[in-house]
């Protein structure tokens, strides 16, 4: 098993198997287990059992009745040795009390603002702070870091991976009244009320992690863990000598509840150098930089790459990039980490779940962001006054990245929601909208940015094999700086592309054109405005045979069509002069 199984296996624990497991690592009876938890001894064992499955630890065939518990505490010797302690019974009973212990997280590096950033809010009067962030970006491992430097101690409030296995917070209010040495009361009201008078009384850091399950589709509490708003209620008293951190990767939108927002960025270039030299593995070469800002710093890639790099590629960075840098999502653990969002995402919210795939018709290359009317175009099937809360609830939950009313997707993102689209109905329409959107947008080409612009619907049409569409793209006029060009009715963009100095983006995209369509009055200016671009980088054998078959298409339209005779003329002589010059 991978270290990245492991990680996997265990975050996913139940909070129940999490409890049997650390007293089972710890020495502890399966009888003494039983008694500390009020179960039987034969749960336990069925616990433990499961445990070891969930792991990895199967019995090859079904009739064989070993143990696989010593298989079990060598793995966790492994990737976890602080968790053993051979026969010493464990003084704590919960997963995060084990975090409590001083020992050093290597993994936790380049945080020293966001810890400034937490110190601050706290300084503030802040009783409540969620730490809202992509999916890897190092949350909890902020979280549990940060409670355990300011308190030393700290309780935490787990989130199950998935809404099903959430525990109520009922059940854990009491056992975290227990592990404060307070007994809980008969109903939840009186349990809240002693909770909060030990956290007046005393300075203890309270952790809320993984909320994104317990929400709905508009990140509100699902209907059977609404206790958590009274419990969230308590711990923004102002009163408390506590804090609260809750790390999400969606924003809460409960109106009674009073917290303040930290978004957490992802580490700089700076802390994956240290991660990365704390492994002995070089950063001095191109692919590092690269690497860094494919994942935008992601700590959950960092330490994914990394670990890949020292196992599959004997430590060097440059051909584990050169192999993998066309598919982002070549690690497993990568891939699971985005496709989980994906799923959450269509489970919760379709109409968000649609746009997300959507929006990854969008090159983000040239033109790196798309103005929110580039979103709208995609919601087809949206109504129109729910589109902004469908834009919303994809910027609430981190999966569109957005900055002064411009909107991308993280190349990761992009790489699943393409994916995704490609395999959908939606392919050809949302690049059929996305097209109609930048050629609408555009009604003038002064400078180069205007012109990519404007290109880009060739891209769109050009991915559902439209060819004749994009030749349209190529030669749809619009207003011209060149006052002789408005005076036809404007300038076409193939025009505007060889004298914006773009010729070879015009070279390529004319060629894929030509090969594709075969007739129209279109095609023969895709011909003469590549015959010109051959003429100005100086190949005029192949500038004289477009412009000769510019005219031969020229010819067969004027016959079918005399309408077509002016728009040529001009372009005809001009073409004729230069041809004749270079000859």
């Not at 989130?159 to 009361?185: F, H, V, W, Y």
């Not at 619009?478 to 060009?485: A, D, F, V, Y």
């Not at 309408?563 to 004749?580: A, K």
């Amino acid at each position: 098993m991978s270290k990245g199984q492991f990680d996997k296996a265990f975050n996913e624990l139940t909070h129940r198997r999490r409890e049997v497991l650390i007293k089972f690592l710890a020495g502890e009876t399966d009888e003494a287990i039983a008694k500390s938890l009020n179960i039987t001894k034969a749960t336990v064992r069925q616990h433990i059992r499961d445990i070891c499955e969930e792991f990895g630890l199967k019995n090859e065939f079904p009739d064989q009745r070993y143990s696989k518990r010593a298989d079990l505490i060598a793995l966790f010797q492994r990737y976890k040795p602080d968790f053993v302690v051979s026969k010493t019974p464990i003084e704590t009973t919960t997963l995060e009390h084990i975090t409590q212990k001083s020992i050093p997280d290597k993994n936790f590096v380049g945080r020293e603002t966001a810890i400034a950033d937490l110190n601050d809010l706290d300084s503030q009067g802040a009783k409540v702070i969620l730490i809202h962030a992509k999916g890897g970006v190092g949350k909890t491992t902020l979280a549990r870091n940060y409670l355990q430097q300011k308190f030393g101690f700290y309780i935490e409030f787990p989130i199950a991976k998935e809404t099903e296995n959430i525990t109520p917070i009922e059940s854990l209010l009491e056992e975290r009244l227990r592990q404060l040495n307070e007994e809980p009361g008969r109903e939840f009201g009186v349990s809240l009320e002693r909770f909060r008078q030990k956290l007046q009384g005393e300075r203890i850091g309270v952790l809320i992690d993984n909320l994104e399950p317990a929400l709905d589709e508009n990140c509100k509490l699902i209907k059977p863990h609404r206790r958590y708003v009274e419990l969230l209620r308590v711990l923004a008293d102002p009163s408390l000598q506590s804090l609260t951190l809750i790390t999400s990767r969606d924003r809460l939108r409960e109106a009674d509840v009073s917290l303040r927002y930290y978004f957490l960025e992802g580490l700089s270039v700076n802390a994956w150098e240290e991660y990365f030299h704390s492994r002995s593995l070089e950063t001095n070469s191109p692919a590092f930089s690269a690497i860094h800002n494919a994942f935008g710093g992601n700590a959950k890639a960092m330490e994914i790459i990394a670990g890949a790099i020292q196992v599959d590629y004997a430590g060097n960075l440059e051909p584990y990039w050169q192999m993998n840098q066309g598919d982002l999502l070549v690690e497993a653990d990568l891939r699971d980490l985005v496709t989980t969002q994906f799923n959450c995402l269509e489970q919760r919210h379709f109409s968000a779940f649609k746009l997300l795939c959507r929006l990854g018709c969008y090159r983000y290359q040239d033109i790196a962001t798309v103005s929110i009317n580039g979103l709208f175009c995609l919601l087809w099937d949206v109504p129109e006054s729910q589109h902004r809360r469908v834009v919303n609830s994809l910027r609430d939950r981190s999966l569109v990245e957005f900055q002064n009313g411009e909107y991308w997707l993280h190349p990761v993102i992009r790489e699943e929601a393409i994916s995704r689209l490609r395999m959908s109905e939606d392919w050809e329409t949302a690049n059929r909208n996305a097209a109609e959107f930048w050629t609408k947008s555009v009604n003038k080409v002064y400078i180069m940015e205007e012109a990519l612009q404007a290109f880009e619907a060739y891209y769109h049409y050009l991915a559902i094999d439209d060819f004749e569409a994009a030749c349209s793209v190529m030669v749809y006029r619009r207003k011209s700086k060149w006052k002789w060009h408005n005076l036809e009715g404007g300038e076409n963009l193939g025009t505007s592309l060889r004298t914006l100095g773009l010729l070879q983006k015009l070279m390529l995209a004319a060629t894929q054109i030509i090969g594709n369509v075969l007739r129209g009055i279109n095609l023969v200016s895709i011909h003469l405005n590549l015959a010109q671009s051959y003429w100005i980088v100086g190949n005029l054998s192949e500038s004289l045979r477009e412009y000769e078959n510019a005219e031969i298409l020229d010819i067969e339209c004027l016959h079918a069509n005399t309408n077509s005779q002016n728009d040529l003329t001009l372009d005809r002589f001009y073409m004729c002069s230069l041809v004749g010059k270079g000859l």
